[in-house]
């Protein structure tokens, strides 16, 4: 449904995303997503849901994530916001979105060893 209803540079949200009393949601996403070969792709996630948007768009929502999403969370009050991106994959690039755990700093997991991902989309 997603696929056939989502406007060009619309984005969809996934709630319960790893709730694991919907664990069947998570699978399902990338099954259909690897399988079906949509014009989807996941840019963010976080500890509760998923972003999909389109593929000619990927690009421009990850560059915000990485830009934008933690200033934007700071704006809002969110002031241990972090991403974390350990690996850069053709196929899934997606982007997490949480909070610092204790002793962490920065706006970037593990920056030292895998700041190369964060340069760009």
């Known amino acids: ?20 009393n919907y664990s069947q949601v998570l699978p399902a996403i990338y099954k259909y997503i690897y399988t079906a070969n949509p014009d989807l792709a996941v ?28 200033p934007s969370m700071v704006a809002r009050g969110i002031e241990d916001a972090m991403i974390s991106r350990t ?12 909070t610092r755990s204790a002793g962490e ?3 970037h997991y593990g920056e030292e060893i895998y700041g190369r991902f964060y340069e760009g989309p």
């Open 1 to 20: 449904m997603c696929n056939e209803l989502l406007s060009p540079g619309g984005i969809a949200v996934f709630d319960d995303y790893t709730n694991l």
């Open 87 to 98: 690996d850069w994959d053709r196929e899934y690039r997606a982007i997490y979105l949480r």
């Open 43 to 70: 840019f963010m996630v976080t500890d509760i849901k998923a972003y999909v948007c389109r593929k000619k768009y990927l690009n421009y929502y990850l560059s915000f994530v990485l830009q934008g999403a933690v």
């Open 105 to 107: 700093t920065g706006s």
